[in-house]
Structure formats: structure tokens, C-alpha cells
């Protein structure tokens, strides 16, 4: 059983892949933004750590391909140099991808899963993972890039599925954060460990474009009260007026570009493509704040009745198209409210899948942390000027989303498919 999930896991991962570069040639080699790899450096890069991981650690064998490690080294080239690279071309890295894959399925065939890099499919896992964040990589890529839409999918739901109160307020209380029994989990949410957690108030479901519309349209951007000295600093270096990818007809209406397509913007779905600056910002307008990752994830996990942290909001079982926006089944984010299968114990809505959500919380490592299998996952990025984002997008596959998975990056990127939700303090209540 362990066998054949990893398998439909990696399956599902190089299907994806495929589907993202299965464009012309032309468009696979260009930089389409200085912020985004060439999807031809994605697609290979996906193929080098395969092998380094599964055909090299775990099989002992050599190199498939001599002398690319290191153009395939995410630390040693930022992205905007690596067109200058002498890169695999677009048909011998899909070959490469291709021949990596083929060894890489006998050797989960024949793995025995009997030590800490293979125990319970871990590195196999791990590698699934990895392709699927940057298949979501490369979305973000296409919605990038100018020109007509290379993809489609059906749009998703547009009604909510039952009313959604306001707001949630989440006991005071210990919860277990972090895992240390999930073996798909990633260095950076282990160890478990007890956090308490004064209670606080939780918006059921993200701040939409409705309401980030009002937040324009009141001056939010202009009024320098609600942004903090960085924020601001960058609000005006780059001109910020309004989400990403968002401009406004004569007619007053906003409008959107979406993977190629002018779209109307949508009241109710999750605003996207806004950087934790403009995040903060709206909170403060709000007369809010951005919650903590250590909120966002009791709020996500923590069940009341039994005072058990869950692996998802709804349970412990895998997301199904029922639950959560995940997984690329659409190009963007559905209304609010659209999941009721997905809600949390306390009714939260939408914490899985839709928009990544921003925090207020640095990435910075739990107590008892340890790097594994490398430092470069994490270690080196703890202490920098990243903040946490939780959840999920509409572009992230499910086998890299869960209740403890942590993504992080910087404050100014709105390339991502991220949005918000809004915290709130309220008075002292008794610990549950």
C-alpha cells in the first residue's frame, strides 16, 4: 500500500509537470519575469534532485548526466542569471526528466524502506513534494507570462455552499503544534511540541476582493497610517496601487489578467497576489491584525472536543475534491464559503487550499529543530526577513499541504498566489 501511494504520488507529480511544459519550445527556454526560472531550468532541476536523492543516496549509482549538478543548483544561480547558463535544451531535459524517472520507479520497486532517509517512503515523499512545489512554481510562471492562455481548466465554484458567520473565537489553551509521527512532514514542522495559546478571534473565511476593493477605494494605499516604515518604503518604490495583476476599466470596474485571460474581478473569491506589506496594511485599516502561524495553526488542527491537534482542518484524511481548492483542478480561487466539507471544528472555513494566507511570523525554526537530510531546505533561511504563509493555494498539490506544512518567503513578493485572513484580540477568557 506504502508502495503504490508513493508511486501515484510521483505519477501525479510528472503528470503535472508534463502538463506545464508541454508548451512550444520557445516559451519553455524564455525568462518570463526576472523573479521566475526558465521552465526548461524547472523541468530539469525537478530531474537533478530526483536523481540525486533516489538513484544516487538511496541506489548508490553515478551521475545519469555528467557535469550539470551544479547548473541545477538553486544556491550557487539566482534566477534571474540562469538563462546565461549553458542549460540542458528543451528536448534532452525532458529526455533527462524521462530517463531519471524510469530508474527512479525501480528503485522504489525494490526499496526495502529500512533506514531514516527511506523509512516509511520519506525521501521518495520528499521528492514528490519537491516537484510539486515547483510545478506550482511554474504556475506561477505561466500567470507571469504574456501572451494567450497555454492552459484551462473548469472554473471554480461561484456560490458558497451555506452561510458563513463572521468570525471565530478560538479558546485560550494549550494545542500540540508541529508533528514529529507524520513521516511526510518536512524538517521545519517537526518536533511536535506544546505551545499555549492566549484566545483570539479568527475570520471564517479569508478577506475577499469585495472588501480589499473598499480598502482601495478609502485611500489604503495612499494613507501612510496604516503601513509600517518597510511597507511603505515599498509601496512607493514600486508603485503599488492595487493587487497584482489588477487594473481598472473606464467604467470604474476592476478587471484582472488571469493565465492569459482578461477575467472581471470576483467579489467573493479570496483576494490573490498581494504581498504581506498590502496584507498588513488592509489589517490595519481593518482595525485587525494577521494572525501568528502558531494561531493559524491551532485554528486549522485543533479539535475542542477532544483536544487532539488533526492533520487537516476537517480530519486526518487526504484532501478530496470536497474539502479543499487544491491541486491545480482550477486556474484561481473559489468564493467563500464554497467547502463546508473542509471547515474546521470551530467553523473556520477555507484554511486548506484557495490562497496561500499571510502571517505575521518570521520563519524561524521550533525548539529541537534538526536539518534533514540537508540544510538547504531550511536551516539557511531561518533569521532572515521571511515571513510564514500557511494553506495551501488553488496551485498546490495536497501531498504539500497539511496542517503543519510552512511556507515562507519574502514580504514584497506578490508573484505568489497569496492572500490573507484577519486575526483579532479579544478580551481575557479562561484557558480551555
Not at 188 to 209: G, I, Q, W
Not at 275 to 300: I, M, N, Y
Not at 331 to 337: C, K, M, Q, R, S
Not at 366 to 373: I, L, V
Request: glycine letters at 8%.
Amino acid at each position: 500500500m506504502l508502495r503504490d501511494r508513493l508511486e501515484r504520488d510521483l505519477e501525479r507529480a510528472r503528470a503535472r509537470t508534463c502538463s506545464l511544459t508541454d508548451i512550444d519550445d520557445d516559451e519553455l527556454v524564455q525568462q518570463h519575469s526576472p523573479l521566475m526560472s526558465p521552465l526548461v531550468w524547472d523541468l530539469a532541476h525537478i530531474a537533478n534532485q530526483e536523481e540525486r536523492w533516489l538513484l544516487r543516496e538511496v541506489a548508490g549509482r553515478g551521475p545519469v548526466c555528467q557535469g550539470i549538478d551544479e547548473l541545477y543548483d538553486a544556491f550557487l544561480h539566482p534566477r534571474a542569471s540562469r538563462t546565461a547558463l549553458p542549460l540542458l535544451g528543451p528536448s534532452d531535459a525532458r529526455r533527462y526528466a524521462a530517463q531519471v524517472r524510469d530508474l527512479a520507479q525501480k528503485v522504489l520497486q525494490s526499496n526495502n524502506f529500512d533506514d531514516d532517509l527511506t523509512r516509511d517512503g520519506f525521501v521518495f515523499s520528499m521528492i514528490a513534494q519537491h516537484e510539486q512545489q515547483h510545478d506550482e512554481t511554474m504556475l506561477a510562471t505561466h500567470q507571469l507570462r504574456a501572451g494567450p492562455p497555454l492552459l484551462d481548466a473548469p472554473e471554480a465554484p461561484r456560490e458558497a455552499a451555506s452561510p458563513v458567520c463572521e468570525r471565530v473565537v478560538i479558546p485560550a489553551g494549550e494545542f500540540e503544534m508541529g508533528t514529529s509521527a507524520d513521516r511526510s512532514a518536512l524538517d521545519n514542522e517537526k518536533p511536535v511540541h506544546r505551545v499555549h495559546v492566549p484566545a483570539f478571534a479568527l475570520d471564517a473565511v479569508p478577506v475577499t476582493n469585495r472588501s480589499f476593493t473598499r480598502f482601495i477605494e478609502d485611500g489604503g494605499y495612499r494613507r501612510r497610517d496604516l503601513w509600517s516604515d518597510e511597507g511603505w518604503a515599498h509601496r512607493c518604490e514600486a508603485g503599488l496601487e492595487a493587487p497584482q495583476f489588477w487594473h481598472r476599466e473606464s467604467d470604474g470596474r476592476w478587471w484582472r489578467r488571469s493565465f492569459g485571460r482578461e477575467v472581471p474581478v470576483h467579489p467573493d473569491e479570496p483576494v490573490v497576489h498581494v504581498c504581506f506589506h498590502e496584507a498588513d496594511a488592509f489589517a490595519r485599516w481593518a482595525g485587525a491584525r494577521l494572525p501568528s502561524e502558531v494561531e493559524w495553526e491551532k485554528a486549522a488542527r485543533w479539535d475542542p472536543e477532544t483536544g487532539r491537534s488533526r492533520r487537516y482542518p476537517w480530519g486526518d484524511d487526504d484532501p478530496g475534491p470536497e474539502h479543499a481548492n487544491l491541486g491545480q483542478r482550477h486556474l484561481g480561487p473559489a468564493v467563500v464559503g464554497a467547502y463546508p466539507a473542509g471547515v474546521s471544528p470551530l467553523g473556520v472555513y477555507q484554511l486548506i487550499g484557495d490562497v496561500w494566507e499571510w502571517t505575521s511570523s518570521s520563519f524561524e525554526p521550533y525548539p529541537g529543530f534538526r536539518a534533514f537530510p540537508y540544510r538547504e531546505y531550511s536551516e539557511v533561511f531561518f533569521g532572515g526577513d521571511f515571513r510564514v504563509l500557511r494553506g495551501g493555494s488553488f496551485g498546490t498539490d495536497h501531498v504539500a499541504c497539511r496542517g503543519t506544512f510552512r511556507n515562507w518567503d519574502h514580504p514584497v513578493r506578490r508573484q505568489i498566489f497569496a492572500g490573507f485572513r484577519l486575526a483579532h484580540d479579544v478580551a481575557k477568557a479562561p484557558d480551555v
